[in-house]
């Protein structure tokens, strides 16, 4: 009897979570089991999503003493013209195969956005397109990001996918999209992550 009560139990704990997840909307602040928060801004039809952070900040993408090298990062696929589908968590993979092949420390971009915790991560272009071009298209997000004494979005913002060894794409508050040398422009960099 015992056991079928705490059963019981663990069955409607379980279903309050999921109607809590399910109850989510894209602009609701979500706290992650590590206090970090976010703004939402995309939920799928199971109820998985994607937050960006609320705060941002400006980097390089690629930190190099010299100024005249960049490395490739040979598993990113170079785009020659910016991929602008949503494709969740291809960011989260870029940023781990950037830091893994370039370090910690050459990485400022990509270390930047891990600063917010580890599952945050510098969005693909597309995931970034998403954000700007879609999701705040009625200035939503930023009302949400206001709201939260977080940062709006405004600037240039750093992606996770390349152009080529020296250039990395950027996407504008706006959706305006171009490449940009990873060495030599500090710009914002605002993290995403997924629930």
Not at 80 to 86: F, I, Q
Not at 166 to 193: D, F, M, P, Q
Request: charged share 25%; with cysteine.
């Amino acid at each position: 009897m015992k056991t079928l009560k705490l059963l019981s139990f663990l069955l409607f704990i379980a279903s309050f979570s999921l109607n809590a997840q399910q109850n989510i909307k894209v602009g609701d602040i979500y706290t992650f089991e590590d206090n970090t928060k976010g703004v939402v801004f995309y939920i799928d039809e199971d109820g998985r999503g994607l937050a960006v952070s609320l705060e941002q900040d400006k980097r390089r993408w690629e930190e190099e003493t010299n100024f005249v090298y960049c490395q490739d990062i040979v598993t990113i696929a170079n785009e020659k013209d910016v991929e602008t589908s949503l494709n969740v968590g291809l960011g989260k993979i870029n940023t781990a195969y950037i830091i893994q092949q370039l370090g910690e420390n050459k990485a400022p971009a990509a270390r930047c956005s891990r600063n917010n915790g580890a599952e945050w991560y510098l969005p693909s272009a597309g995931e970034m397109f998403y954000l700007v071009a879609y999701a705040n298209l009625e200035g939503d997000i930023d009302k949400a990001l206001e709201a939260a004494d977080g940062k709006k979005l405004n600037g240039w913002y750093w992606t996770s996918s390349e152009y080529n060894n020296g250039e990395a794409w950027r996407i504008a508050h706006n959706g305006k999209k171009k490449r940009c040398s990873k060495l030599a422009t500090r710009i914002y960099v605002r993290a995403i992550r997924m629930f």
